[in-house]
């Protein structure tokens, strides 16, 4: 998919990032209405469908990297996984804001030397992160409040990569959103869902999420609880992270 830029009087330049999605249910969701709304193009690379990664980041001004089934340990399975990583690597020596969602932030932390590993237990559906303190002031979570309740779907975890600051964690992970640099952001959970994306996952993914316990008429039931405020969040931090993109 591909959001063309144009020119309009008295508007600057149109930005444009790259996008890596690795399965149809894990998209933008809410990034998709922010970087519209600050005239940022994007284009999607669907890697599940075979499509090429990028070898440059060929003038784009960020990366966003989405979520996927696929652990970053295979990448014999999965050759395109070490091209993303070569690619988010170009994009952080360039100086480019990196975004990394889910998956997307494993790739950034083993690209930054951290270990990606399998959990003790899967964290799926709705539970609570706590930010650090770091993360309230320096950060594009800045104004957002100490503990709010996003949605999970992972299996994987990671250490806090070397020279990035961590921002928030979970009861159950140590290590749920971390920045690098100025510009670089990794977050494991799931900021960006809108109520069509739960859906969705909820249904590619159901025999993951019996095997895990879970119950998808629980987590359903859950959404008008956490969903409005986890969208206002997302316009907040998102919008940080897209003015990154402008500057």
Request: net charge positive; with cysteine; glycine share 12%.
């Amino acid at each position: 998919m591909h959001c063309p830029g144009s020119r309009r009087k008295g508007i600057g330049k149109v930005q444009s990032v790259w996008v890596l999605q690795h399965t149809p249910s894990e998209t933008l969701g809410t990034i998709e209405d922010v970087l519209r709304g600050h005239r940022i193009g994007f284009e999607y690379i669907e890697t599940h469908v075979g499509k090429p990664v990028p070898g440059e980041m060929a003038g784009k001004a960020g990366l966003i990297v989405m979520g996927g089934p696929m652990g970053v340990y295979e990448q014999a399975k999965y050759p395109h996984l070490r091209d993303e990583m070569d690619l988010i690597e170009s994009a952080l020596k360039l100086g480019r804001p990196v975004l990394g969602v889910c998956l997307g932030s494993q790739l950034l932390a083993a690209v930054l030397g951290a270990k990606v590993k399998k959990g003790e237990r899967k964290e799926l559906g709705w539970h609570a992160v706590t930010l650090t303190e770091f993360a309230a002031q320096h950060s594009i979570f800045a104004g957002v409040a100490p503990e709010f309740w996003p949605f999970h779907w992972h299996g994987d975890v990671f250490s806090l990569p070397k020279k990035a600051v961590g921002l928030a964690s979970s009861r159950q992970t140590s290590c749920q959103a971390f920045r690098y640099a100025k510009n670089a952001y990794g977050i494991l959970f799931h900021l960006e869902v809108t109520r069509g994306q739960i859906s969705q996952m909820l249904s590619d993914f159901a025999e993951e999420l019996r095997e895990a316990g879970g119950v998808a008429a629980e987590i359903t039931a859950q959404i008008p609880r956490h969903l409005p405020d986890l969208a206002k969040i997302a316009g907040d931090v998102f919008g940080r992270w897209a003015k990154e993109v402008r500057s």
